[in-house]
């Protein structure tokens, strides 16, 4: 029976997952920050101590799931493209154990909503890029409307994250420079066309692209607005 990557439980968010994170963070990951990039991280005194948030961070690479692991130093599961699980067995055995879980670009689905609950329930924090796929053109445009539905439902504020210096991926020794800015928490409890606004207007000032407006997001289904409301 073909397991459903998008459906994934409380207890799957477990010590094993999270240290087999913490191994390509700290092995892989920044090793190949500290080599090819000049690694800097500026706002962590902004990472709420006290209670859970959303991390949303602007997407330009496939670094950027372990470029905000390693900046907020938290247990994070991303929501990943379900395709990205379909790619071969090796792809499928990472996205699994690095905590991930799918989701269908075109339509959010109940089983992807339930694992955000189960999420909600576990140590873990829950990560989303809401731009969708990865963005190179230094503009802050099309933002899903499904993420601030996601925060406003959980009562979890937003915390925006800037990327920048992985555009163009170097393997120049020290050539680069990435900087991941963390910015204030943004409250739930905005209305959500707000909440977006905002987390987009801040992404852009942090890391200095252009901000275009986004249209009303035809996208979020009827399952979305039935998970906000319960």
């Not at 994934?8 to 010590?15: A, G, L, S």
């Not at 130093?73 to 799918?102: S, V």
């Not at 504020?157 to 800037?162: A, E, G, K, M, Q």
Request: aromatic share 14%; hydrophobic share 40%; charged share 25%.
């Amino acid at each position: 029976m073909k397991k459903n990557y998008a459906r994934r439980y409380t207890n799957e968010f477990n010590i094993i997952r999270r240290c087999f994170q913490l191994f390509w963070i700290h092995t892989v990951a920044i090793p190949i920050f500290a080599i090819f990039y000049r690694y800097e991280v500026q706002g962590r005194e902004n990472i709420p101590k006290d209670r859970k948030f959303i991390a949303a961070a602007n997407h330009i690479s496939y670094f950027d799931p372990f470029i905000v692991s390693a900046a907020l130093k938290r247990p994070i599961a991303y929501m990943a493209k379900k395709e990205l699980f379909e790619q071969n067995k090796f792809m499928t055995f990472m996205m699994d154990y690095l905590g991930a879980f799918a989701v269908n670009r075109e339509k959010l689905e109940v089983s992807t909503l339930k694992t955000v609950k189960d999420i909600f329930k576990s140590k873990w924090y829950l990560g989303i890029f809401p731009q969708g796929g990865i963005r190179k053109n230094k503009t802050i445009e099309k933002i899903n409307k499904g993420f601030a539905v996601i925060a406003k439902a959980a009562k979890w504020d937003i915390l925006p994250v800037s990327i920048t210096g992985c555009e163009k991926y170097n393997w120049v020794p020290f050539k680069g420079k990435l900087i991941v800015k963390i910015g204030k928490p943004i409250s739930y409890e905005l209305p959500e066309e707000q909440l977006i606004e905002v987390w987009g207007k801040e992404i852009a000032v942090m890391n200095g692209y252009k901000y275009v407006e986004s249209t009303p997001d035809d996208n979020i289904n009827e399952e979305t607005n039935n998970f906000a409301n319960t």
